[in-house]
């Protein structure tokens, strides 16, 4: 039995970091959300990690939400069976309680360090944030260019592209999920993560972990814009039907539908493309061949514009490399001056909270 997922609530796209923080957790099943302050280094990731890792021994299923910036960092998690989420509330995602007290009750892991030994170093922990800074806005630079060219590749496609062999696709998928399900008189419900990030380490992906969520499984195979189209209509036509949707959108363009799960039917449709590939002979493989789907058009230019793109990620990754890198040298000066006794003893404190809300 599959005891936890994992996703991206936050991206570095061409739109600069773009966030999906609000689909965490839905305000209406919300039973308690802990918002998490203090500084790089004061131990956030950790603290959510280890509350994660107690409620999965105690049987709970645990959304673990990670950080673009940083993929072996936590944004947050959610425990969708008790209504609980923990998120970090720090730049470049501020968030601040709505409903303080009642709901929302805010842990600030800042109280725990020594202010006299961070002021010595004062200069540096500002010049270092600078300099990161820096670093994302030369990374969001580079990727706004990199959607021009994909803008090209977009307007080849409009230009050649056969409406009739994508929409034979799409229902023959219909066919396959849908079948006879049933039809609900109520609308279904969206929520909206994403599933892979463009990160220091790379392209970065939770799609194969969360595919084992699911019973069935398409993959779609293409490098073109326009077949996400299918994604689409299907996502249309699931919450027409009253089926509940997870919408899973590209890190590079955040309104860009990639991946879609319907919970209801144990059903995932995968994008696979360059920068996400998944090869699993146990699940429903649909290629989209180009030559029927975009009838004319010139693959000579694809690949050439595809290749000057792929060349323009590796400068996007190097700077969110510099950034991590500096990042990890601010992180110095507030470890030195945490008191992590008093974060271990908070820990405790809330875990005993928690025991409130177990059943």
């Keep these: 039995m599959v005891n936890s997922a994992y996703f991206f609530p936050g991206a570095n796209s061409y739109k600069?970091?773009?966030?999906?923080?609000?689909?965490?957790?839905?305000?209406?099943?919300?039973?308690?959300?802990?918002?998490?302050?203090?500084?790089?280094?004061?131990?956030?990731?950790?603290?959510?990690?280890?509350?994660?890792?107690?409620?999965?021994?105690?049987?709970?299923?645990?959304?673990?939400?990670?950080?673009s910036s940083d993929v072996d960092s936590l944004d947050g998690i959610c425990i969708p069976e008790l209504g609980i989420a923990f998120i970090d509330g720090t730049a470049p995602h501020v968030i601040d309680?709505?409903?303080?007290?009642?709901?929302d009750e805010i842990i600030n892991l800042g109280d725990y360090f020594d202010v006299c030994k961070l002021e010595k170093d004062?200069?540096?922990?500002?010049?270092?944030?600078?300099?990161?800074?820096?670093?994302?806005?030369?990374?969001?630079?580079?990727?706004?260019?990199?959607?021009?060219?994909?803008?090209?590749?977009?307007?080849?496609?409009?230009?050649?592209?056969?409406?009739?062999?994508?929409?034979?696709?799409?229902?023959?998928?219909?066919?396959?999920i849908f079948g006879y399900a049933r039809v609900s008189y109520r609308k279904g419900q969206r929520r909206k993560l994403f599933l892979s990030a463009i990160t220091p380490q790379g392209f970065q992906s939770f799609?194969?972990?969360?595919?084992?969520?699911?019973?069935?499984?398409?993959?779609?195979?293409?490098?073109?814009?326009?077949?996400?189209?299918?994604?689409?209509?299907?996502?249309?036509?699931?919450?027409?039907?009253?089926?509940d949707v997870e919408m899973f959108y590209c890190g590079f363009n955040p309104k860009k539908l990639e991946h879609?799960?319907?919970?209801?039917?144990?059903?995932?449709?995968?994008?696979?493309?360059?920068?996400?590939?998944?090869t699993d002979s146990t699940f429903n493989n649909i290629k989209v061949d180009f030559d029927k789907a975009f009838n004319g058009a010139d693959r000579e230019l694809f690949n050439e514009v595809n290749l000057h793109i792929s060349n323009e990620f590796v400068?996007?990754?190097?700077?969110?490399k510099k950034a991590k890198g500096l990042h990890d040298e601010l992180e110095k000066f507030y470890i030195q001056a945490m008191d992590f006794d008093s974060v271990e003893n908070k820990f405790k404190e809330v875990c005993d909270e928690l025991e409130s809300f177990i059943i």
């Design 122 to 176: 004062r200069e540096s922990i500002i010049n270092i944030n600078n300099e990161i800074s820096e670093q994302f806005k030369n990374a969001y630079s580079v990727l706004r260019a990199i959607n021009s060219y994909k803008e090209i590749l977009l307007r080849i496609e409009e230009k050649y592209i056969s409406e009739g062999y994508l929409n034979k696709l799409y229902e023959n998928i219909c066919q396959q």
């Design 207 to 243: 799609i194969k972990e969360n595919a084992k969520r699911f019973y069935n499984v398409f993959v779609i195979n293409s490098e073109f814009e326009s077949s996400l189209q299918i994604l689409n209509k299907i996502m249309d036509y699931a919450i027409e039907r009253g089926f």
């Design 16 to 67: 600069g970091f773009f966030s999906y923080f609000d689909n965490i957790i839905s305000p209406k099943a919300a039973k308690k959300i802990y918002v998490i302050k203090g500084g790089p280094g004061t131990g956030k990731s950790t603290f959510m990690r280890k509350i994660g890792n107690y409620l999965n021994e105690k049987g709970y299923f645990v959304e673990y939400f990670h950080c």
């Design 97 to 103: 309680p709505v409903y303080p007290g009642a709901v």
């Design 315 to 320: 400068k996007v990754i190097n700077f969110l």
């Design 260 to 278: 879609l799960a319907i919970p209801e039917l144990s059903t995932f449709i995968i994008t696979s493309n360059r920068y996400h590939t998944i």
